[in-house]
């Protein structure tokens, strides 16, 4: 079974209701390009016809001879800060129902959203969600909504129950990071600034001694990782010798807790999928496609294939290990 760890929907009908009457603020209307979805706070966002309609994602997994997909929302139709708290936990909501109503053929799993104004509430979602309501994990963005970065430490409680769990997390930018400040970065955004985002974000968990407290949380990072992988060495120093050496980890050094990680292929060449798996191991490498953005990987699998890993190791990032990930999940 060939199972991609990164795909991102945004069923068209869920957009159908919204165009009706706004939900929870979210509003939506049909245009000849796809729809143009506004959330509050943000201007609108465009959804294109291969992420909200199924039969456009099932001709994409025939063609690239992917089995299945573990699906989430676009990071850019999450509850935003400008929602209230009701009206924020309500769209969470409204995004996995959509996602477990209309992502059936060609689905593995499908990631959850909760709104982060009330941790403690947002990991209570988060447990129902997986054990109620049979969803698989849980999409977090780098930048999160309400939430300092990803080291808050008001993010205690989620990371509780998601380590409780046995869930896979994934940390994933968003189209509006922090990297948008960057001086004349707007034409790098999807070639550079999400993996600036990641990096940092990905950093920060680390140095704030996150999987110290937690060590069974299944942290899924996108896009390779981002820099901190290939970089590991640069985050070593600055803790051993700069201003980062005030974090105070178990660890002797911030690149000890890469092998506890895991990573998908969206670095999207044969030699850094190579490099990873040499990095951490088969068994933390997983196949991505970012479908349906262009910048993803259009044959995601023949570049693992060219990766030229053992049979063994081919096997485990093209599905083994995301299906063990998916299936080790508590579910009621």
């Keep these: 079974m ?13 957009l159908a209701e919204v165009a009706g009457g706004a939900w929870d603020g979210v509003t939506a209307r049909h245009t000849d ?3 143009l979805v506004s959330l509050p706070g943000t201007g609108e966002r465009l ?12 001709e994409y997994l025939a063609g690239t001879g992917i089995d299945r997909q573990v699906v989430s929302p676009w990071l850019d139709v999450q509850p935003t800060a400008g929602m209230s708290p009701g009206a924020a936990r309500s769209w969470a909501r409204r995004l996995n129902e959509a996602l477990r109503e209309h992502t059936g053929e060609g689905t593995a799993g499908r990631l959850a959203t909760v709104a982060l104004d009330d941790p403690d509430t947002a990991a209570a979602d988060l447990a129902e969600e997986i054990t109620r309501h049979g969803m698989s994990g849980l999409v977090l963005s780098t930048d999160p909504a309400n939430a300092t970065t990803l080291a808050d430490p008001r993010l205690e409680p989620l990371w509780t129950v998601a380590a409780e769990l046995g869930i896979p997390v994934l940390l994933h930018p968003s189209a509006d ?3 948008r400040v960057l001086p004349d970065s707007d034409e790098f955004a999807n070639a550079y600034c999400r993996l600036v985002d990641t990096s940092f974000a990905l950093a920060r968990l680390l140095l704030s001694g ?5 060590p069974a949380l299944r942290l899924v990072t996108v896009h ?8 590991s060495g640069r985050l070593d120093g600055a803790h051993r010798a700069d201003r980062l050496a005030a974090h105070r980890i178990e660890r002797d050094r911030p ?5 506890d990680l895991y990573y998908d292929t969206v670095a999207l060449s044969a030699p850094a999928i190579r490099f990873l798996v040499d990095l951490v191991g088969p068994d933390r490498v997983l196949l991505g496609s970012d479908y349906p953005f262009a910048l993803g990987d259009p044959d995601p699998v023949g570049t693992v294939t060219a990766a030229g890993l053992t049979p063994a190791a081919t096997t485990a ?15 009621a």
């Design 2 to 14: 060939i199972v991609d760890c990164h795909a991102h929907v945004v069923p068209e009908p869920l």
């Design 33 to 35: 390009n796809g729809w």
């Design 47 to 58: 959804v294109r016809e291969r992420m909200c309609r199924a039969e456009r994602r099932l």
């Design 177 to 179: 990071g922090p990297s």
């Design 210 to 214: 996150v999987l110290d407290r937690h």
């Design 224 to 231: 390779g990782g981002g820099l901190v992988p290939f970089q």
């Design 255 to 259: 690149s000890d807790y890469l092998a």
């Design 317 to 331: 990032v093209l599905g083994g290990t995301v299906t063990g990930l998916i299936q080790g999940s508590v579910r």
